[in-house]
């Protein structure tokens, strides 16, 4: 089975700023630009644009301070691997505080203060953070990255354990992410985790299901939209094993009928795969 990638997520920043600064609004500016260029793969133009929105940022902390200026400056650094930089950045944005009506922008923050700290070895603290938001974050980009960034780190804590310890902790990480699906049925990405879970309990013919509703729903890269496919397979592979002959060919007349809608070239041949 497929481990899921990571998602360094591409935050929709195309909200109203309320600083007149010419500084700020080119560092958005930049900084919308680089996503745009990731979204298309084209890492390169991402990176300059980063570095452009880094240096207006840094331009408008010296300037005119603000919450949100540390904010954009640590999401720049964070892109760019600057981990201390972008640590230090969110943290100033914490102590200049968010107004009312600027959650969003605090979610946001503490996203991006989680992902430093992790990628600083602070993983007990990240984990604590991506837990809070996971619970408490409205913003649905935050929402999704970090029950993926969680449920990555909860899911490698319980395989490090075995028998009953390990059941346990597999069991309780699902129904946290069942609680999200639940929340936002719609959204394909928290079916994914499901399945990715579900994979290691064993329960292939729940976990199927829960990829092919991803897949149905939508996913938010290609890599995990091609992770999930494999995901699919795996879990008919594991059927194809354990089924009855009568089950599996009840199963498999479904299954095939999926395979036809998708014009995949067999039951275990994505049509990516013949690109």
Not at 70 to 79: I, Q, W
Not at 108 to 116: I, K, M, P
Not at 154 to 162: H, N, T, V
């Amino acid at each position: 089975m497929q481990k899921y990638k990571r998602i360094l997520l591409l935050f929709p920043i195309a909200c109203v700023l309320f600083s007149c600064a010419s500084h700020l609004k080119d560092a958005k500016f930049y900084y919308v630009q680089a996503q745009e260029s990731s979204r298309a793969y084209n890492t390169e133009l991402a990176i300059g644009a980063y570095k452009k929105s880094l240096l207006e940022a840094e331009k408008e902390v010296a300037k005119n301070p603000s919450s949100q200026a540390f904010m954009l400056k640590g999401l720049a650094e964070l892109h760019l691997n600057l981990w201390e930089e972008a640590e230090q950045s969110f943290l100033a944005a914490f102590s200049y505080g968010f107004d009312r009506g600027q959650e969003w922008a605090e979610w946001v923050s503490l996203f991006g203060l989680a992902s430093a700290m992790q990628e600083m070895g602070l993983a007990q603290s990240a984990f604590q953070i991506y837990a809070h938001l996971v619970d408490k974050s409205k913003l649905r980009p935050v929402t999704i990255s970090s029950a993926q960034k969680y449920t990555d780190m909860a899911l490698q804590r319980a395989l490090r354990e075995e028998g009953n310890q390990k059941e346990r902790l597999l069991s309780g990480l699902f129904r946290e992410v069942e609680k999200l699906t639940n929340k936002d049925l719609s959204c394909g990405f928290y079916h994914y985790l499901q399945a990715q879970i579900l994979g290691h309990m064993s329960d292939y013919r729940r976990g199927l299901e829960e990829s092919v509703m991803a897949r149905e729903l939508g996913l938010p890269s290609q890599e995990i939209f091609r992770d999930n496919d494999l995901q699919i397979v795996f879990c008919y592979q594991r059927l194809k094993q354990e089924l009855s002959s009568e089950d599996w060919e009840e199963f498999r007349t479904l299954y095939m009928q999926w395979v036809k809608k998708w014009n995949w070239s067999g039951p275990e041949a994505p049509d990516w795969k013949k690109r």
